[in-house]
Every structure is written in C-alpha cells, then in structure tokens.
C-alpha cells in the first residue's frame, strides 16, 4: 500500500512515528491553506516591516502544531484545524512584530499623512521648509511635539492605539485584524479619530 492511499488520520499518526513521507504528502496535500493564509496577511506584513519569510516559517509552525495536536475525535476536519492553527500562528506572529514597532514609535507621528479636508500633510502645517535656520528647526520641532501631545490626550488609549496604525497606511479591517477587534468598531474609531484632529489643526 503506497503512502498517497492512507487517510488523512493514518498519515498524521505515521508521521508521529517519524516517518518524514507522510509528512510530506500531509504538506503537500495541504500546502495551499499555507499559500491562503499567506496572501491573507502578506500585505499587513510589508507594511510592518517584517519578512515574508520569516512570515512562512510562522505558518510552517502552525501547520506543524496542527498536525502534531489533530485529533479525530474533536469534530474539526484536518483542513479546518490546519488553517486555524497557522491563522492563529500569524496573527500571533503579526501582533508580536508590531507590539515591538508600536514601542519604538509610541511617541511618534507622521508628518506625512494628510487628514482629511486638509491640503497640506502635517509637516506642511507646522513648518516652513525655506527657512534652514536651526533657531527655527529647533522651535518647529518644539511645535511638532506640542502637536503630538495633543492629538495624544485627545485621544482614548483604544484610539490611539488605532491612530497608530492609521499612521502606518493600515486600512480599518487590517487595524482590526492586528488589534483582534471589530472592523465596524476599527471605522468608527477612525472617523471620531479623524474630527478629534481636525478640531486640533483648524
């Protein structure tokens, strides 16, 4: 009897046994839920910063646990406790990966976005960049802090942690995804985000 003609149960217990063949079928068979959960979270990924194949080996790691932790007797279909063990292993990857980026940029703001109604980004608004005296740097930067601090305690926690990611480029549903919240709840703290500050520049 060839390996290509067991279960899907038989083959993960023979490659509990160490048998590296059905293991490699099991991948084989099952390696596009990988290549789905992927282009899933590719995007949210580059915009982090963080490398798709360290984003691969998360999802091999997940596929791994899954295999490893199936049990027949659960209900769940192999394929379906494939794909929520890597999705779970992504997200964790993803939320890790921007815990750290969020740390290094808990006080920044981008003086390139450009809010809505208005014309000119941040930096436009709070310099002038024909004058290179560095006085005037020097106090532009000052305006540039007192700015941040105060669309900072405008905001609640919850909304700055969605203005921080706002900032990045992430769109409401891939916020929602890295913050494990609501996509309809990620909009509507866009939008109250967004008079707060307008209120703040005009």
Do not use: W
């Amino acid at each position: 009897m060839k390996y290509e003609d067991y279960n899907d149960q038989e083959l993960v217990l023979m490659m509990r046994e160490s048998s590296e063949e059905a293991k490699d079928i099991l991948f084989d068979k099952y390696r596009y839920i990988i290549d789905i959960e992927l282009k899933k979270y590719s995007n949210i990924a580059n915009i982090l910063g963080y490398d798709y194949n360290d984003l691969f080996q998360d999802a091999l790691v997940g596929f791994s646990d899954a295999i490893v932790n199936y049990r027949e007797d659960k209900a769940a279909s192999l394929p379906s406790f494939i794909t929520l063990c890597v999705d779970r292993r992504l997200q964790y990857a993803i939320r890790s990966v921007n815990n750290k980026k969020s740390r290094m940029h808990s006080e920044s703001l981008s003086l390139e976005y450009v809010y809505d109604k208005a014309t000119l980004p941040l930096m436009e608004t709070i310099s002038d960049n024909s004058l290179n005296d560095p006085l005037f740097k020097m106090l532009n930067e000052e305006g540039y802090m007192e700015l941040n601090a105060k669309i900072k305690a405008s905001l609640s926690k919850k909304e700055y942690d969605v203005y921080e990611y706002m900032i990045k480029g992430l769109k409401y549903n891939e916020i929602a995804i890295v913050l494990g919240r609501e996509p309809k709840q990620i909009d509507n703290a866009m939008q109250r985000i967004k008079s707060k500050i307008k209120k703040i520049i005009e």
